[in-house]
């Protein structure tokens, strides 16, 4: 089993900026990709920001050149700091993580954290 705990949400002002992280532990043999994807009231769930385990970034149109994916392997963990925040940015923010226990692959979602831009 394999959890993950995403934080840093918030509230912040639009041109602000949030770090969200989310933490994964477990019985975690390795890990492929990690990505962040939103989902807004009435929308879908859409990918953010994905990264492999050899480090490509891959980015929504929406959030290029405002949103950095990086990722700690030692830690397990996953960021993504989000920059010049805009209020279509709003949405509960979820982690997933791609990989490999000591059995079979495993594909995970973290629990959601709510971003909300508004003056």
């Known amino acids: 089993q394999v959890q993950l705990v995403e934080s840093g949400g918030g509230l912040v002002q639009p041109g602000g900026s949030l770090r969200l992280s989310c933490a994964a532990s477990?019985?975690?043999?390795?890990?492929?990709?990690m990505g962040w994807y939103r989902q807004a009231p009435g929308k879908q769930r859409e990918l953010v920001a994905a990264?492999?385990?050899?480090?490509?970034?891959n980015y929504a149109d929406s959030v290029k050149g405002r949103f950095t994916i990086s990722r700690d392997n030692a830690k397990n963990t996953v960021y993504l700091q989000m920059n010049s925040l805009k209020p279509e940015d709003t949405a509960v923010y979820y982690c997933?993580?791609?990989?490999?226990?000591?059995?079979?692959?495993?594909?995970?979602w973290g629990q959601g954290t709510q971003v909300t831009v508004s003056s």
């Open positions: 477990g019985s975690i043999f390795s890990i492929n990709n």
């Open positions: 997933n993580v791609q990989g490999r226990d000591y059995v079979t692959k495993f594909d995970y």
């Open positions: 990264i492999t385990s050899g480090g490509r970034e």
